[in-house]
């Protein structure tokens, strides 16, 4: 990119619109059609090209290096494209931030109750009854509990034994 620009600033600021396109006497279509009026958007879009336009844009480049990663990073003056670690500045430890107490203890918090609607009353309970009963359903198949008529077989089967 740098060459790029460097390139445009020695031919004058050649127009991208232009690049690639042979020289004409302006006779071709395009070249009628070529002169933009003023204040219309391809002539502000031909007004960045220019290359006062694309100094000040590069005029106000970033920084190669950050303030923060200036410690940790050095520059060598011979080359001055490539950034390297600086190797004694690196170690093994992490840093772990400080602990900050709460300003509330857990304790003080109060829990405001919610009063609910009818509607979201009824929805909770139908919720609450679903839940239970899939938890039912899943220790009948790992067999941990038996189901109620399962149960009541069972008690019919032991009942006999325990009267004899």
Same mark, same amino acid.
């Given at each position: 990119k740098r060459a790029e620009r460097e390139r445009e600033r020695e031919h004058g600021g050649e127009s991208q619109s232009l690049k690639g396109r042979p020289a004409g006497d302006g006779t071709h279509a395009d070249a009628q059609c070529s002169a933009p009026a003023a204040g219309s958007p391809v002539q502000k879009e031909e007004d960045e090209q220019t290359p006062e336009f694309s100094a000040k844009i590069w005029a106000a480049q970033p920084p190669s290096v950050e303030p923060w990663d200036a410690c940790i990073l050095?520059? /060598?003056?011979s080359r001055p494209d !490539?950034?390297? #670690?600086? !190797? /004694?500045? *690196? /170690?093994?430890?992490? !840093?772990? #931030? %400080? #602990? %900050? +107490? #709460?300003? *509330?203890?857990a304790s003080t918090n109060v829990i405001i109750n919610m009063y609910l609607t009818k509607q979201e009353r009824k929805k909770l309970r139908r919720r609450k009854r679903q839940e239970k009963e899939r938890e039912k359903q899943d220790k009948i198949r790992m067999g941990t509990a038996f189901s109620a008529?399962?149960?009541? @077989? +069972?008690? @019919?089967?032991?009942q006999p034994l325990l009267r004899s």
């Open positions: 050095k520059v /060598d003056a !490539e950034i390297l #670690p600086q !190797e /004694d500045a *690196l /170690d093994n430890l992490v !840093e772990h #931030p %400080v #602990p %900050v +107490r #709460p300003v *509330l203890d008529r399962v149960a009541a @077989e +069972r008690k @019919e089967r032991e």
